[in-house]
């Protein structure tokens, strides 16, 4: 497109250079252009050789080429900062998922770490519980949270639970085994 634009620049400017070898040249002071500045001067050159031509269709077809070259970089732009915005936006999500998953282990080593001391509880108990007679292991048991008295029920020996069923109050016992049979499916 930028190689289109320069041949008909040159087409141009090599018709009215034909018709400027009569005047004299002239030597142009230096001057120092922002960006901006300097497009509308080129703009406003081209202008002026194309009308020099006499061609209106051939400057506003040029002036339409210049104007979408300039669009075409304004776009590349914005391309390019949103390319970085995004980049920028990718690094930090990355750095958040790696953050968040450094506290989910943490947070999961912490209740695996509890579950173990509970466990490591419970089978303390479970030896307590087996060394009792089993009265007193039903008395125990009778006045100890339901779920951890099935627990501590579920690892001990048939025959020991059978005597402390035997030996607790029917209401609790049967509650007891109620929640154990539930447990064991």
């Known amino acids: 497109m930028k190689t289109f634009i320069l041949a008909v620049i040159v087409v141009c400017l090599g018709a009215v250079s034909a018709q400027d ?8 002071d230096k001057r120092l252009y922002t960006e901006e500045e ?7 050159e081209v202008d002026r050789y194309l009308q020099k031509a006499g061609n209106n269709k051939l400057v506003d077809f040029s002036k339409e ?3 979408k070259d300039q669009d075409l970089r304004l776009k590349e732009i914005e391309i390019d900062k949103m390319k970085q915005e995004l980049s920028h ?12 998953q450094k506290r989910q282990e943490l947070f999961i080593g912490c209740i695996d770490g509890k579950q173990d001391e509970r466990n490591k509880r419970i089978t303390h108990m479970v030896d307590v519980i087996s060394a009792m007679r089993p009265q ?5 048991l009778s006045v100890q949270d339901a779920d951890i008295s099935v627990q501590i029920l579920e690892k001990l020996d048939p025959t020991k639970i059978s005597k402390i069923f035997n030996s ?3 209401e609790i016992s049967a509650r ?5 049979m539930n447990m064991k499916k």
């Open 136 to 140: 007193n292991a039903a008395d125990v």
């Open 89 to 100: 936006n990718q690094e930090s999500f990355k750095k958040k998922v790696i953050e968040f």
């Open 21 to 28: 070898k009569k005047k004299t040249e002239t030597k142009p």
């Open 168 to 170: 607790m109050d029917k």
């Open 38 to 44: 300097f497009q509308k001067a080129v703009l406003e």
């Open 176 to 180: 007891l085994q109620k929640q154990f």
């Open 65 to 67: 080429l210049v104007k």
